[in-house]
């Protein structure tokens, strides 16, 4: 079957580092992609990762290991407009014609503390 | 650069009223949209998805419909709301086979009363 699991909530230090995590289950992965999305706003895009690795865009980074079904979210540096709910969302191959279809997990809702 | 407008912003309508909730986007050719609804606290769900014009696959089965009369224009609809449609109405597009970078409009949050 097909999972997508994320901790709903996080608190965090202004100034320190908060990893969110994404574990998935799933057939024909091709990849994570990561979203922000501030309370009453829309998700804006962060990142994608197809490859295991890290990929850093200045405080965000991405993580993913394929063999391990897992990824991650790191925000360094952090700030009060932080504060907001972070979906990743996987990206998988839908039956035989090469389709693909993106499935958004439910968020964690990250609190950054002064 | 490419923008996607989405209107009315908010909305509040009767049950058993119809819907019509338009999006457009520019600055972009025959990009992927999408219509997604999230619950209150709630992850995205994907309702409708489009590739081109007319070409409209839907995702969960409901009251709802969408349309793509033109190649940035997802319209979504609906004959008869229910008290279960409210929620938060989200429209986004990516370029093509690039489904995992998607671009969100501002919303529709939607109250069925």
């Known amino acids: 079957g097909q999972s997508l699991e994320q901790p709903s909530e996080v608190t965090a230090v202004e100034g320190a580092i908060v990893q969110m995590n994404c574990t998935y289950q799933t057939s024909g992965f091709y990849g994570l992609s990561w979203y922000q999305q501030h309370d009453g706003g829309a998700p804006t895009f962060l990142s994608y990762?197809?490859?295991?690795g890290l990929e850093e865009t200045g405080r965000f980074s991405s993580f993913l290991s394929r063999s391990d079904s897992y990824g991650y979210l790191l925000l360094q540096e952090l700030q009060m407009k932080d504060s907001a709910s972070y979906f990743c969302a996987v990206r998988r191959r839908v039956g035989s014609g090469g389709y693909q279809k993106v499935t958004f997990g439910t968020g964690t809702k990250l609190q950054v503390i002064p | 650069s490419q923008t996607i407008h989405q209107w009315p912003a908010t909305l509040v309508q009767p049950v058993g009223s119809p819907l019509s909730l338009e999006c457009t986007v520019e600055g972009t050719s025959n990009p992927n949209l999408y219509w997604y609804r999230q619950a209150a606290g709630r992850g995205l769900q994907l309702l409708f998805y489009s590739v081109g014009i007319g070409q409209i696959s839907s995702e969960v089965p409901q009251n709802l419909s969408a349309s793509r009369p033109q190649d940035r224009q997802f319209i979504l609809s609906s004959k008869k709301l229910l008290l279960s449609d409210s929620g938060f109405y989200l429209c986004?597009?990516?370029?093509?086979?690039?489904?995992?970078?998607?671009?969100f409009g501002p919303g529709t949050r939607l109250t069925v009363t």
């Open positions: 986004a597009w990516s370029p093509p086979n690039q489904d995992y970078e998607q671009y």
């Open positions: 990762n197809a490859l295991d």
